[in-house]
Every structure is written in C-alpha cells, then in structure tokens.
C-alpha cells in the first residue's frame, strides 16, 4: 500500500459526491460521472467507506489527467478531494 496523501487545510470542494456504503467498483464509477459535471480546477470531495478506494481513486487521477489532493479521515468514513484537470 501507497503511503497515503492528507489534503491540506482550506480545500474547498466545489461539489461532494456520497458514496458510503458502495463497494468497489461504484464509488470510482460514480466519482467519474460526477467529475463530468464539473469545470477544469474545480473540486470535488468523495465520501465513503470502501477502503479500496484509497488505492483506485489516485490510479485514476493518474490516468485521466486530474490532481488527487488527498484524503482526510473522518468518523466512520474517509474523503477524498479530487481536482478536475
């Protein structure tokens, strides 16, 4: 496992996107059609409590060209930002 990225204070997510309680792959299949509503620099915050969350959404900000922020955990679950590319 990846060591894991804490965002920084003071990011403000545009949109937030609930996916507690999906298991993999929906909360990376919604997180994609949500960032397709947003706007180039904006951001988007993931809730949820897949844990295998915290190595897909990174691989996919890789590969579709947006920026992983990080991830800040929560009580009972994590969020993850995400900034559209």
């Known amino acids: 496992m990846s060591d894991l990225k804490v965002v920084a204070a003071g990011v403000e997510p545009v949109s937030v996107l609930d996916t507690k309680g999906l ?3 929906m909360p990376l299949l919604r997180t994609k059609k949500e960032m397709g509503k ?16 915290r190595n897909d959404l990174p691989g996919w900000c890789e590969r579709a060209g947006h920026e992983y922020l990080g991830e ?6 994590i969020s993850f930002f995400i900034k559209k590319g």
Do not use: A, H, N
Request: hydrophobic residues 15%; glycine residues 20%; aromatic residues 4%.
């Open 23 to 25: 298991s993999c792959p």
């Open 38 to 53: 947003l706007g180039s620099g904006d951001i988007l915050q993931v809730d949820g409590t897949d844990p295998g969350s």
């Open 72 to 77: 800040k955990e929560e009580s009972g679950y």
